[in-house]
Nanobody, 119 residues
Framework: VQLQASGGGLVQPGGSLRLSCAAS????????GAWYRQAPGKQRDMVPR???????NYADSVKGRFTISRDNALNTVYLQMKGLKPEDTAVYYC??????????????WGQGTQVTVSS
């Protein structure tokens, strides 16, 4: 199972970015999809998560600005980020709890994508 994250970049404060995380391999289902972020010198924190049925949880710092969504048919999770602030600058990692075609439950991490918010 592999997760491929994309969509990071440099954006000005107040701007928007959309991250994507595509899961591939012998996947039966992506049960939980989530995004984490890690700024230099800080721990990796969960930003939002989404269940297969679409239930979501957001960190307080991003509520109202970030939206997580998923496409179960494509095994892809998205993160729409609006109203970006300099403090959102971090490496963003996608994470998924998946069930494989052999019935195994696995945790997988993407490679990380840099988001920089700066004028």
């Amino acid at each position: 199972v592999q997760l491929q994250a994309s969509g990071g970049g440099l954006v000005q404060p107040g701007g928007s970015l959309r991250l994507s995380c595509a899961a591939s391999g012998s996947i039966f289902a992506v049960v939980i999809g989530a995004w984490y972020r890690q700024a230099p010198g800080k721990q990796r924190d969960m930003v939002p998560r989404i269940t297969r049925s679409g239930d979501t949880n957001y960190a307080d710092s991003v509520k109202g600005r970030f939206t997580i969504s998923r496409d179960n048919a494509l095994n892809t999770v998205y993160l729409q980020m609006k109203g970006l602030k300099p403090e959102d600058t971090a490496v963003y990692y996608c994470h998924a709890e998946v069930v494989t075609t052999r019935g195994l439950a696995l945790n997988a991490w993407g490679q990380g994508t840099q988001v920089t918010v700066s004028s």
